[in-house]
């Protein structure tokens, strides 16, 4: 479906839905708000369904894929390589958010948007062997971009139709924390070194590198701070681009989308720069350890449940929440009331 038809058909989060799931909460036996996040991120979940009769039950991640030619600046540890080497362990199950997810009973969706390389048994919905070199030119046409976001919209409708409730997304691919970042600063009107961070490990001279890289990209690429597709063709990834078109097909088909770290809130970012009411379908997870995750979190007014200065990617982070709001489902169900045990509840006091 064309970006701009895609964006007609979003509509608003319920928000009597969303009252009613935090006054279903508050009958539970214990006290008001007492689950903290863990009651408001269920209560989001409601005001996505439009309803208080609340089913997670069904979850998965979509892992997006894609190289980027700023590897070119030795702004990484590694090259492309690493990204096909990633991409293999997802295919056979043995990354570390396929292990994380079967742990909790989650599917992972690794799908090729844009890597130099094949990999059987990935989804492969290759639109370019990687961006170009952002520190040269343009990482991508507006056209390539728009049509990465639409294929990221496509998949979470199919998801939806297979029954998933919950979707979350992730990366990978050498070199996008250093897209990332590119992105931050201009969408955040933050300085480079303000967004910046080692990724995967950078030594003091590797960190110079990237800071630079991004200087240059900036400089040489021009982007509009105002239009975020221009900010994304020019500074982004394919990975990037495709996520924000799920973030933008979970508002538009109504699932709710657990966003992981940087790179995804970027997308995120993205995704709510183009309209504004994606962000109530948005659920947040986890801080990364990367400087411009906070900032971003801050602009998008998501606050992360976890801090665990994580910074792998793949969607870890957003997996690693699936279990806490499984127990939040738990709780919200079966815990006893205070009409179960023959006692006043808690009143809310107004804030």
């Known amino acids: 479906m064309e970006l701009e038809t895609l964006l007609k058909r979003i509509r608003p989060t319920d928000s009597a839905a969303y009252d009613a799931c935090i006054k279903r909460f508050?009958?539970?036996?214990?006290?008001?708000?007492?689950?903290?996040q863990m009651e408001?991120?269920?209560?989001?979940?409601?005001?996505?369904?439009?309803?208080?009769?609340i089913d997670i039950g069904k979850k998965c991640v979509l892992v997006f894929c894609a190289d980027n030619g700023v590897v070119e600046e030795g702004v990484a540890q590694s090259n492309a390589d690493v990204t096909t080497a990633i991409a293999r362990m997802m295919a056979a199950k043995k990354s570390c958010v396929c292990v994380m997810a079967e742990s909790v009973g989650a599917q992972v969706f690794p799908v090729d948007v844009g890597m130099r390389d094949t990999v059987n048994g990935l989804i492969n919905r290759k639109l370019a062997h990687g961006t170009q070199n952002i520190a040269n030119g343009p990482a991508m046409?507006?056209?390539?971009?728009?049509?990465?976001?639409?294929?990221g919209a496509e998949l979470v409708r199919q998801k939806q139709e297979e029954g998933f409730r919950l979707i979350a997304l992730g990366e990978t691919g050498i070199g996008n924390t250093t897209t990332a970042s590119a992105m931050a600063s201009v969408l955040l009107n933050k300085s480079i070194a303000e967004v910046t961070g080692r990724g995967a490990g950078l030594s003091d001279e590797g960190l110079v590198r990237k800071r630079e890289a991004i200087e240059r990209a900036i400089a040489r690429n021009h982007p509009d701070p105002a239009d975020p597709l221009d900010v994304l063709c020019k500074l982004g990834?394919?990975?990037?681009?495709?996520?924000?078109?799920?973030?933008?097909?979970g508002a538009m088909y109504g699932v709710p989308m657990v966003m992981d770290g940087v790179i995804s809130a970027v997308a995120a970012l993205c995704a709510v720069r183009l309209d504004p009411r994606v962000r109530d379908y948005i659920i947040p997870s986890h801080l990364s350890a990367e400087p411009a995750c906070r900032f971003l979190c801050e602009t998008l007014e998501l606050e992360p449940i976890l801090q665990a200065a994580m910074r792998l990617g793949e969607g870890t982070g957003a997996v690693a929440l699936f279990p806490l709001l499984d127990m939040?489902?738990?709780?919200?169900h079966s815990a006893a009331t205070f009409a179960d045990i023959a006692?006043?509840?808690?009143k809310r006091n107004p804030c």
């Open 26 to 36: 508050d009958a539970v036996a214990k006290p008001v708000g007492s689950l903290g």
């Open 40 to 53: 408001t991120l269920l209560a989001r979940i409601a005001g996505v369904y439009a309803g208080a009769d």
């Open 141 to 151: 046409t507006r056209e390539l971009a728009i049509t990465a976001i639409e294929l």
């Open 237 to 249: 990834g394919l990975d990037i681009a495709a996520m924000t078109g799920a973030f933008l097909g």
């Open 328 to 332: 939040a489902v738990a709780a919200y």
């Open 343 to 346: 006692v006043d509840a808690y």
